[in-house]
């Protein structure tokens, strides 16, 4: 697994990319804003100290491509993973509503203590996932095929 870098996340291969240093979390940032995800996708598995979330992503890195080509938008399953994360705690949205479609906007780090932190996954609608975590180990990877956006439309706050 190569560490982020944005100029990798282009073509048709699907994304495996790692982020162990803020920078490298702002290009798994950039590459999930605006995907979608119901509530019942987010996992922790607190024996593994792993959270993890299958979102539906637009995919930033094929949008000049597909304008240029005249083609639909995509959008593509991921599963966004963190590990050594020691606790989670939500807010603004039901978590026991598994339906309820979320929109994840930004990921975000804050340093602590002797390489770990905390990992804030802000959400549309004033909602976030905080993970408290050993060290920064994030994954974004991709796990199906790229599927036509079904608003057909870039997501309206991004540029």
Do not use: C
Not at 51 to 72: G, I, Q, S, T, V
Not at 116 to 144: F, K, P, S, W
């Amino acid at each position: 697994m190569a560490d982020a870098r944005f100029e990798d996340a282009g073509g048709e291969a699907p994304l495996y990319l790692g982020a162990e240093t803020p920078e490298d979390l702002g290009v798994i940032s950039a590459l999930v804003q605006d995907a979608v995800l119901p509530a019942g996708e987010m996992r922790w598995l607190p024996r593994k100290r792993r959270f993890a979330l299958l979102l539906n992503r637009f995919r930033w890195e094929d949008r000049e491509a597909a304008e240029r080509e005249r083609r639909p938008y995509e959008r593509v399953q991921s599963v966004l993973a963190v590990d050594g994360v020691l606790w989670v705690r939500t807010q603004g949205f039901d978590r026991s509503d598994a339906d309820l479609v979320l929109s994840l906007l930004s990921v975000e780090f804050e340093p602590g203590a002797d390489g770990g932190g905390r990992i804030l996954l802000v959400l549309a609608g004033d909602g976030a996932v905080a993970l408290e975590v050993e060290a920064l180990e994030v994954v974004l990877r991709d796990v199906t095929r790229p599927y036509a956006a079904p608003s057909g439309r870039v997501p309206d706050h991004r540029d």
